[in-house]
């Protein structure tokens, strides 16, 4: 069963700390690594975990860590026949962990030069889902590359899955706003459900059957779809372990489980159970 996914890859540079440094202030890192990451690819990674066949659609730079993005794709059985080489710098993404959060800095790279649609159309004929990250609808080639999918996928009647990200709502918040319609599942964090819509009841901004997923980190996740909420309490760990990324395998393992069950309750089980998989991992 094919995920076709549009999106980010990038390289991850991760470095956990005691707390955040006031401005001008030195902190020691507690530890520090280099992974590949990206919505896209992590998402990508957790679907094939499950058994399922994730379909990258991206790009990364002429350089050695683009060539280590393919062989990575390669060492865990993801394709990359449709993972395009830009003259760019591969994206990178520096992230400082603490044991309560994580914020990130972002250089984009040969994200933006994503382009040639149609490559996939024959993809997006044969999948059982899409899943676009928002960043994706930012900028550069890759914003148009990913609203010609997003309008074919409608065309075709696809279930669409939209992963929202904090800087794509700074950079593109009208244009992220517009498009939430579109898709039949909406995922994104409590920071960026309140950086869109303040207080407004969750249950108010979704109609139908459009659904919206929000995780809390720790705190769980709340799903609400048909006038209707599902809450969950994940189990994951109490300790200081790296959360990047954790949403995004959160994320993952819901899209398998709807593909696997159909059934919501059973996809938040299975998508907290990956999600703490993820963070036990590093």
């Given at each position: 069963?094919?995920?076709?996914?549009?999106?980010?890859?990038?390289?991850?540079?991760?470095?956990?700390?005691?707390r955040f440094p006031f401005e001008g202030e030195e902190v020691e890192l507690e530890d520090s690594g280099v992974r590949i990451g990206g919505a896209a690819f992590n998402?990508?990674?957790?679907?094939?975990?499950?058994?399922?066949?994730?379909?990258?659609?991206?790009?990364?730079?002429?350089?050695?860590?683009?060539?280590?993005?393919?062989?990575?794709?390669?060492e865990i059985g993801i394709s990359t026949d449709f993972i395009q080489l830009k003259s760019p710098i591969t994206g990178m993404v520096f992230s400082l962990n603490t044991?309560?959060?994580?914020?990130?800095?972002?250089?984009?790279?040969?994200?933006?030069?994503?382009?040639?649609?149609?490559?996939?159309?024959?993809?997006?004929?044969?999948?059982?889902?899409?899943?676009?990250?928002?960043?994706?609808?930012?900028?550069?080639?890759?914003?148009?590359?990913?609203?010609?999918?997003?309008?074919?996928?409608?065309?075709?009647?696809?279930?669409?899955?939209?992963?929202?990200?904090?800087?794509?709502?700074?950079?593109?918040?009208?244009?992220?706003?517009?498009?939430?319609?579109?898709?039949?599942?909406?995922?994104?964090?409590?920071?960026?459900?309140?950086?869109?819509?303040?207080?407004?009841?969750?249950?108010?901004?979704?109609?139908?059957?459009?659904?919206?997923?929000?995780?809390?980190?720790?705190?769980?996740?709340?799903?609400?779809?048909?006038?209707?909420?599902?809450?969950?309490?994940?189990?994951?760990?109490?300790?200081?372990?790296?959360?990047?990324?954790?949403?995004?395998?959160?994320?993952?393992?819901?899209?398998?489980?709807?593909?696997?069950?159909?059934?919501?309750?059973?996809?938040?089980?299975?998508?907290?159970?990956?999600?703490?998989?993820?963070?036990?991992?590093?």
């Amino acid at each position: 069963m094919k995920i076709l996914l549009v999106g980010d890859i990038n390289v991850d540079i991760l470095g956990e700390l005691p707390r955040f440094p006031f401005e001008g202030e030195e902190v020691e890192l507690e530890d520090s690594g280099v992974r590949i990451g990206g919505a896209a690819f992590n998402t990508a990674v957790v679907l094939r975990r499950h058994g399922l066949t994730p379909v990258l659609f991206a790009s990364v730079g002429e350089d050695l860590f683009g060539r280590s993005v393919l062989c990575k794709c390669r060492e865990i059985g993801i394709s990359t026949d449709f993972i395009q080489l830009k003259s760019p710098i591969t994206g990178m993404v520096f992230s400082l962990n603490t044991q309560r959060d994580r914020t990130m800095f972002t250089i984009r790279g040969a994200n933006k030069e994503l382009s040639e649609p149609e490559k996939v159309y024959d993809i997006l004929k044969e999948c059982e889902m899409l899943y676009i990250s928002s960043y994706a609808f930012i900028e550069g080639k890759q914003k148009a590359t990913a609203y010609d999918i997003l309008s074919r996928a409608k065309l075709l009647k696809k279930f669409a899955v939209l992963s929202v990200s904090f800087l794509s709502i700074i950079k593109n918040r009208e244009g992220i706003a517009e498009i939430l319609d579109a898709f039949d599942l909406v995922s994104m964090n409590n920071l960026e459900y309140m950086e869109l819509f303040g207080h407004k009841n969750p249950l108010q901004v979704v109609y139908g059957k459009k659904a919206l997923l929000v995780t809390k980190g720790r705190g769980g996740a709340d799903y609400y779809s048909n006038g209707e909420r599902v809450g969950l309490q994940p189990d994951l760990t109490s300790s200081s372990r790296c959360l990047t990324g954790a949403g995004d395998a959160f994320l993952g393992g819901f899209m398998a489980g709807l593909v696997l069950y159909s059934d919501v309750r059973k996809a938040l089980q299975l998508a907290t159970g990956s999600a703490r998989d993820w963070i036990m991992q590093e």
